[in-house]
């Protein structure tokens, strides 16, 4: 134990803890905390939003899916199908 004091500058620690100000270390350690609340309520907040929106958005495309393809989405395919029969069709014709 005396060889590892023998390495170590107690008497520099010693000076350096003398030296330390209570009120500013207090409000070091105080606005740390502060800090680290605010950053954690932060992440905290960011992965309850998107869990929040990501259930939103599985639960309408689950309602979407349910009911099937609205009729502006079907009358769209069925134009693209007939768009692409005629294109067929005067393909065949020449």
């Not at 500058?9 to 350690?29: F, M, S, Y």
């Not at 960011?46 to 259930?55: D, G, H, K, R």
Request: aromatic share 8%; hydrophobic share 50%; charged share 20%.
């Amino acid at each position: 134990m005396t060889a590892l004091l023998d390495r170590i500058d107690v008497q520099g620690i010693t000076e350096q803890a003398h030296a330390a100000r209570p009120g500013r270390t207090a409000l070091t350690v105080i606005a740390a905390v502060l800090f680290s609340l605010g950053w954690v309520t932060a992440r905290a907040f960011s992965v309850l939003w998107l869990a929040v929106t990501w259930s939103w958005v599985a639960v309408r495309e689950g309602w979407r899916a349910s009911r099937g393809p609205s009729r502006a989405a079907r009358l769209a395919g069925q134009a693209a199908e007939i768009h692409d029969l005629r294109t067929r069709l005067q393909r065949f014709g020449e």
